[in-house]
């Protein structure tokens, strides 16, 4: 690797689920920290390799190497809960977690399960208007951190603190649960005591993640920049409202690490060769009939998390270009590119029309209106497999000229071709 590429950003191109967990895991061992800025255990991240398979949803993917250390950093919203389950299951599978390899910021967001009460049962008072999230409390826990009455990873270590915040803080979140949406209410005592055990239970991993991971990228280690969900997920550039609450985009890592834009060297973006969303929201390229079902079946796209079946449409060039323009990409990490093995015709949305003016971007102004055509170019199926193919050259020509096509339209070199979910079913170039 070039010397001078010392961190990278891994970040989901499309509405999340593109591969980030493999591309990060197969690129990792160059690297020393990984580190995940935003986000909680809404993720679900896939690590494959051999006969083993992992589901991460907290943890970054590089606890999978014994030799990485992982950061949760500040921008994250932690449930102290799932973290240690996940810890306890990855154990379980013989990965080796002690007090060095996994830290958390203690500037990180606490989930209580007032948070996930909430999230439930706004999404139920919704009806059709819901969002689709995987109800785990990530908005409102976003939303106590903005309000400034959050509980952060910090305060589960001084009772004083934790026990006046829950009080305050439940107080308020009872009565919205009661009396708007007649739901039950949490005892602040009970809360009190189980988080109070968190905190000694992850006493010995929480740090000042800011200064850790700065000392790191000062002493040269290699840094890299876990994302997760999609850039079409985040907060501000999304398809608002149907986004998750966080910046999912590049510029997340500045704020959810405490990382200065100067210290990342380069941004990978992870895109599948069609599209997927899960939950609620616009999908110009969704696909209704036997092709998306066909991409469904074929790419086995179901929730990692939630075991949702996932929404499914051709691939959407002005999505791409966006993400390219939002996080800087330097390279694109093609995946799944063997889902598309068995069509006869493979469509691209090149472009929207919108009121007669063709658009190359996404044309947020217009989602809200429904008022888009996506335009489509049409390539020819390869109709022969791809699955586990190794070097581009191997591919057939008709895959080589998709991939061509992307690469042209986004300006990102592709350098990284996926043909299955195992470690070892990729093309490096
Ligand atoms: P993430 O959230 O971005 O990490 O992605 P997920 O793990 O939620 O979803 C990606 C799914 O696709 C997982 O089941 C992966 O094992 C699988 N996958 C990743 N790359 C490929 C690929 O190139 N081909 C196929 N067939 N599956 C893949
Ligand atoms: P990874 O990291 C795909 C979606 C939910 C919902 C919206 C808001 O595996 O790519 P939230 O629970 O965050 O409030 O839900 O965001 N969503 C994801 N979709 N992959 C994810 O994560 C997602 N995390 C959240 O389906 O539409
Ligand atoms: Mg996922």
């Given at each position: 690797m070039n010397d001078k590429i010392q961190n990278v950003a891994v970040i989901g191109a499309q509405w999340g689920d593109e591969g980030k967990g493999k591309i990060v895991d197969l690129l990792c061992e160059e690297f020393d920290v990984v580190a995940r800025y935003q986000g909680g255990h809404n993720a679900g991240h896939t690590v494959k390799f051999a006969d083993k398979h992992f589901a991460l949803r907290l943890i970054p993917s590089g606890i999978i190497h014994p030799d990485k250390i992982c950061l949760l950093g500040n921008g994250m919203v932690i449930d102290p809960d799932a973290l240690l389950e996940e810890m306890t299951n990855l154990r379980a599978h013989g990965i080796a977690i002690d007090d060095h390899n996994l830290l958390v910021s203690d500037a990180a967001h606490v989930i209580l399960p007032y948070h996930r009460a909430l999230d439930l049962a706004r999404e139920e008072a919704a009806g059709?208007?819901?969002?689709?999230?995987?109800?785990?409390?990530i908005g409102p826990a976003y939303e106590t951190k903005v309000g400034r009455y959050g509980i952060r990873i910090a305060d589960l270590l001084d009772p004083d603190v934790l026990k006046q915040k829950i009080e305050f803080t439940c107080a308020e979140k009872n009565l919205v649960l009661s009396e708007i949406y007649k739901k039950d209410t949490f005892d602040p005592a009970k809360l009190f005591d189980d988080y109070l055990e968190y905190g000694r239970k992850l006493t010995p991993r929480i740090t000042n993640g800011t200064v850790w991971i700065n000392e790191q990228i000062r002493a040269g280690k290699r840094v890299m920049f876990e994302g997760a969900q999609g850039m079409m997920l985040d907060i501000d550039h999304g398809t608002y409202p149907f986004v998750t609450s966080s910046s999912t985009i590049v510029g997340g890592v500045c704020t959810g690490l405490g990382v200065a834009p100067k210290h990342i060297h380069k941004v990978i973006g992870v895109a599948k060769a069609y599209t997927t969303r899960v939950g609620g929201g616009a999908f110009p390229t969704e696909l209704d009939d036997a092709h998306g079902e066909h991409l469904r079946k074929r790419g086995n796209e179901f929730g990692t998390v939630t075991g949702r079946p996932r929404r499914t449409g051709w691939l959407d060039l002005p999505v791409l270009r966006t993400a390219t323009i939002l996080n800087g990409i330097d390279e694109l990490a093609i995946t799944k590119l063997d889902v598309l093995d068995e069509f006869e015709e493979i469509r691209v949305c090149t472009a929207y029309n919108v009121r007669g003016k063709s658009w190359s971007t996404f044309p947020a102004f217009a989602v809200a209106h429904h008022d888009y055509q996506p335009e489509y170019r049409t390539f020819k199926g390869w109709k022969t497999s791809t699955v586990g193919i190794t070097t581009f050259e191997d591919l057939p020509q008709a895959a080589k000229d998709y991939i061509s096509f992307i690469v042209d339209e986004t300006e990102a070199r592709a350098s990284i071709v996926s043909t299955g979910p195992r470690r070892e079913e990729t093309i490096l170039r």
């Open positions: 059709t208007g819901k969002i689709g999230t995987t109800g785990r409390g």
